[in-house]
């Protein structure tokens, strides 16, 4: 009887002496403890394994990783072994019990102190593969202490040769980093480049190692999803965090600054601080705690904006259906072009009208806002397609905008996006342009050549500026096209719904802009900024002489397609810019009274443009060496 209640686990036993710990629950736990022991071995074993694999991209990555498979091939027979020897041990263990029952309790005690001696040899057999492994990992990661390869070198490594050719690369754990030299992707992300760019700015990470490209592959030809972070790399104190999470295409920024934030004076101090001195920021503020310029709207604004939206779509069926009569009238491949003027523009509206009818281009499917009667006459008088509202457009102002965001220029962003809204409403494809622009050539069938233009959702010139306000696509909100589909309706709907920022910053374009960000992230809006050579502006024409010596002296590869004067204070300046430059085509005595007085407009047109030099250190189609600096010390263009 106490032969058989000595088997049973100590917690069943009723009756009998306690017993000595060797034949029960002591040798159950060097087992369970041998076990574990199995269990690492063969964890190690197979993470060599993996690791050889992952790394065989180059030819000298594919000799290591035969030598991690044999290295881990022989640890595999390591643990096999060890597994014959607990499987000896288990016999060890009944021949103990059986000679243990029958008394011989100090035999069994020496038997077990020798297998905890054969325990201490394999816990010393785990930390000599553990630090194999160490040395595979510096191996295989090309040192863990951030060593670099730099562009073109080899390095002699096990006989084997590592040659990265054109790209600089360097391992660190699970992520091989690359640095692009020559600046080409091979497609077209549709985002300007910064100036000053040289083509060796980016850095490629590749998250997995079968990711990484072989040899004689571009280096995205193996990404099957790819991540665009956009960031300036010689910022100072410039990080970011990779965080093993769900996707998300939004970044989320923090910013070190201090117990007292002065960015952030409009929300509660030390509302958002975190540990280490960091706040959450906004992501379109500029580099220094300084900028304060992104808070939402106030109340006041956005009351202004919701009174502003009853009235468009309280009358938003009858205005659609009277519009829709006129569309149709004119529009070409299911395109219009769409303006906006007010009686304060006409002269530049008469312009661009004149300098088309001398190019023989084709404005017959262009329609006009007007936002009051004057603006309505003109337009009609140009033979111009006209579209005016009194009760939409009652609360816009006359006259032209006396400098940029004042109260006339915030009107008439509101007026330009609903003119925009309501020719998508009714399925056209929109090019959208100010009346500061004159047309070399048509562009519409350059911008519905995906050949040409690419295959995107949205085109926009580029506006010129390289600043936070606007990045990343520095996209000029006066001159757009826009192909109707249900991303660029609600693109725009959403630019309508969002007045109150607009009045907020003073700034058509700065929303706009955070609204591109956002949709194309949110619904895959793609979007392309045109080149500055084909679609030009204003900061062409004050900030890149080369260009617009090139051009004045007929010495351009490729003549632009439009010319739009922008980056200018005034109206004064924009018409003095135009005539010097020799895109003004109105005759010197249709001035902006008589155009007022209803002549024949027409007749106000020039075949050839109207000279006249304002200028000498502005860009003009002759030099104009007799007249004054515009700007202070400015220098003679022709010089």
């Given at each position: 009887m106490d032969t058989y209640r000595r088997t049973l686990p100590a917690y069943r036993q009723s009756t009998g002496p306690p017993r000595r710990s060797v034949g029960g629950s002591g040798v159950s736990k060097f087992q369970i403890c041998l076990t574990l022991l199995l269990c690492t071995l063969s964890f190690y074993a197979g993470l060599l394994r993996n690791?050889?694999?992952?790394?065989?991209?180059?030819?000298?990555?594919?000799?290591?990783?035969?030598?991690?498979?044999?290295?881990?091939?022989?640890?595999?027979?390591?643990?096999?072994?060890?597994?014959?020897?607990?499987?000896?041990m288990k016999r060890e263990k009944d021949d103990h019990d059986e000679e243990h029952h029958a008394g011989d309790g100090d035999g069994g005690g020496v038997r077990v102190e020798g297998a905890q001696a054969e325990v201490k040899v394999l816990r010393a057999e785990i930390q000599r593969m553990k630090r194999e492994k160490e040395d595979h990992d510096e191996e295989h990661h090309a040192g863990d202490n951030g060593e670099t390869f730099a562009a073109g070198e080899a390095e002699?490594?096990?006989?084997?040769?590592?040659?990265?050719?054109?790209?600089?690369?360097?391992?660190?754990?699970?992520?091989?980093?690359?640095?692009?030299?020559?600046?080409?992707?091979?497609?077209?992300?549709g985002i300007p480049p910064m100036y000053g760019y040289q083509g060796n700015e980016e850095a490629i990470l590749f998250h997995h190692m079968d990711a990484v490209p072989m040899d004689g592959e571009g280096e995205f030809d193996r990404c099957k999803d790819l991540e665009v972070v956009l960031t300036k790399r010689n910022e100072n104190g410039q990080c970011v965090l990779l965080m093993e999470h769900y996707k998300s295409g939004f970044v989320n920024r923090f910013m070190r600054i201090g117990e007292n934030p002065p960015s952030l004076p409009w929300r509660k101090r030390n509302s958002a601080s975190l540990d280490k001195g960091f706040a959450k920021v906004s992501t379109m503020?500029?580099?220094?705690?300084?900028?304060?310029?992104?808070?939402?709207?106030?109340?006041?604004?956005?009351?202004?904006?919701?009174?502003?939206?009853?009235?468009?779509?309280?009358?938003?069926?009858?205005?659609?259906?009277?519009?829709?009569?006129?569309?149709?009238?004119i529009s070409r491949d299911n395109t219009v072009v769409v303006m906006v003027a007010n009686a304060g523009v006409i002269e530049l509206l008469t312009n661009f009208v004149c300098a088309a009818?001398?190019?023989?281009?084709?404005?017959?499917?262009?329609?006009?806002?007007?936002?009051?009667?004057?603006?309505?006459?003109?337009?009609?008088d140009l033979g111009l397609a006209v579209f005016y509202d009194e009760g939409l457009f009652q609360d816009v102002p006359t006259e032209h905008a006396g400098y940029y965001g004042d109260e006339t220029f915030e009107s008439l962003m509101q007026v330009k996006v609903i003119s925009v809204h309501l020719c998508m409403a009714l399925?056209?494809?929109?090019?959208?342009?100010?009346?500061?622009?004159?047309?070399?050539?048509?562009?519409?069938?350059?911008?519905?050549?995906?050949?040409?233009?690419?295959?995107?959702?949205?085109?926009?010139?580029?506006?010129?500026?390289?600043?936070m306000r606007y990045a990343p696509w520095f996209a000029n909100s006066g001159f757009y096209y826009l192909r109707n589909n249900d991303r660029t309706k609600y693109l725009i709907t959403s630019l309508l719904y969002s007045a109150d920022q607009i009045i907020n910053h003073r700034s058509h374009q700065q929303v706009l802009t955070h609204i591109l960000n956002d949709h194309s992230t949110q619904f895959g809006l793609t979007i392309k900024v045109l080149a500055k050579?084909?679609?030009?502006?204003?900061?062409?024409?004050?900030?890149?002489?080369?260009?617009?010596?090139?051009?004045?002296?007929?010495?351009?590869?490729?003549?632009p397609y439009m010319f739009h004067m922008c980056w200018t204070a005034n109206k004064d300046d924009k018409l003095n810019y135009l005539q010097q430059m020799g895109e003004w085509f109105l005759k010197d005595e249709c001035k902006n009274d008589q155009i007022r007085k209803g002549e024949d407009l027409?007749?106000?047109?020039?075949?050839?443009?109207?000279?006249?030099?304002?200028f000498k250190d502005k860009p003009s189609i002759k030099p104009c060496e007799g007249s004054p600096n515009r700007d202070q010390n400015g220098k003679l263009f022709w010089q």
């Amino acid at each position: 009887m106490d032969t058989y209640r000595r088997t049973l686990p100590a917690y069943r036993q009723s009756t009998g002496p306690p017993r000595r710990s060797v034949g029960g629950s002591g040798v159950s736990k060097f087992q369970i403890c041998l076990t574990l022991l199995l269990c690492t071995l063969s964890f190690y074993a197979g993470l060599l394994r993996n690791l050889g694999i992952a790394g065989g991209r180059t030819p000298q990555l594919q000799a290591q990783a035969t030598g991690y498979e044999e290295r881990s091939k022989d640890l595999e027979r390591e643990v096999k072994v060890l597994r014959d020897e607990i499987e000896r041990m288990k016999r060890e263990k009944d021949d103990h019990d059986e000679e243990h029952h029958a008394g011989d309790g100090d035999g069994g005690g020496v038997r077990v102190e020798g297998a905890q001696a054969e325990v201490k040899v394999l816990r010393a057999e785990i930390q000599r593969m553990k630090r194999e492994k160490e040395d595979h990992d510096e191996e295989h990661h090309a040192g863990d202490n951030g060593e670099t390869f730099a562009a073109g070198e080899a390095e002699e490594r096990d006989g084997t040769s590592l040659d990265f050719g054109q790209t600089s690369w360097k391992k660190k754990s699970n992520v091989l980093v690359s640095r692009v030299l020559d600046g080409t992707y091979g497609f077209d992300i549709g985002i300007p480049p910064m100036y000053g760019y040289q083509g060796n700015e980016e850095a490629i990470l590749f998250h997995h190692m079968d990711a990484v490209p072989m040899d004689g592959e571009g280096e995205f030809d193996r990404c099957k999803d790819l991540e665009v972070v956009l960031t300036k790399r010689n910022e100072n104190g410039q990080c970011v965090l990779l965080m093993e999470h769900y996707k998300s295409g939004f970044v989320n920024r923090f910013m070190r600054i201090g117990e007292n934030p002065p960015s952030l004076p409009w929300r509660k101090r030390n509302s958002a601080s975190l540990d280490k001195g960091f706040a959450k920021v906004s992501t379109m503020i500029g580099n220094t705690p300084s900028h304060t310029d992104e808070r939402p709207p106030t109340p006041n604004y956005s009351k202004k904006n919701w009174a502003g939206l009853t009235k468009y779509f309280n009358s938003f069926d009858a205005i659609s259906e009277r519009l829709s009569s006129i569309l149709k009238g004119i529009s070409r491949d299911n395109t219009v072009v769409v303006m906006v003027a007010n009686a304060g523009v006409i002269e530049l509206l008469t312009n661009f009208v004149c300098a088309a009818r001398s190019r023989s281009i084709d404005i017959n499917h262009i329609v006009v806002f007007a936002t009051d009667q004057e603006g309505e006459r003109v337009a009609a008088d140009l033979g111009l397609a006209v579209f005016y509202d009194e009760g939409l457009f009652q609360d816009v102002p006359t006259e032209h905008a006396g400098y940029y965001g004042d109260e006339t220029f915030e009107s008439l962003m509101q007026v330009k996006v609903i003119s925009v809204h309501l020719c998508m409403a009714l399925g056209y494809n929109v090019l959208f342009q100010d009346v500061d622009i004159v047309w070399m050539k048509d562009p519409l069938p350059y911008l519905q050549d995906t050949n040409r233009a690419g295959d995107f959702d949205c085109y926009f010139e580029d506006d010129g500026a390289r600043s936070m306000r606007y990045a990343p696509w520095f996209a000029n909100s006066g001159f757009y096209y826009l192909r109707n589909n249900d991303r660029t309706k609600y693109l725009i709907t959403s630019l309508l719904y969002s007045a109150d920022q607009i009045i907020n910053h003073r700034s058509h374009q700065q929303v706009l802009t955070h609204i591109l960000n956002d949709h194309s992230t949110q619904f895959g809006l793609t979007i392309k900024v045109l080149a500055k050579d084909l679609f030009p502006g204003g900061k062409s024409f004050h900030h890149d002489k080369p260009y617009m010596l090139g051009w004045m002296k007929g010495e351009l590869a490729e003549e632009p397609y439009m010319f739009h004067m922008c980056w200018t204070a005034n109206k004064d300046d924009k018409l003095n810019y135009l005539q010097q430059m020799g895109e003004w085509f109105l005759k010197d005595e249709c001035k902006n009274d008589q155009i007022r007085k209803g002549e024949d407009l027409l007749e106000c047109c020039s075949a050839e443009p109207v000279v006249t030099c304002h200028f000498k250190d502005k860009p003009s189609i002759k030099p104009c060496e007799g007249s004054p600096n515009r700007d202070q010390n400015g220098k003679l263009f022709w010089q």
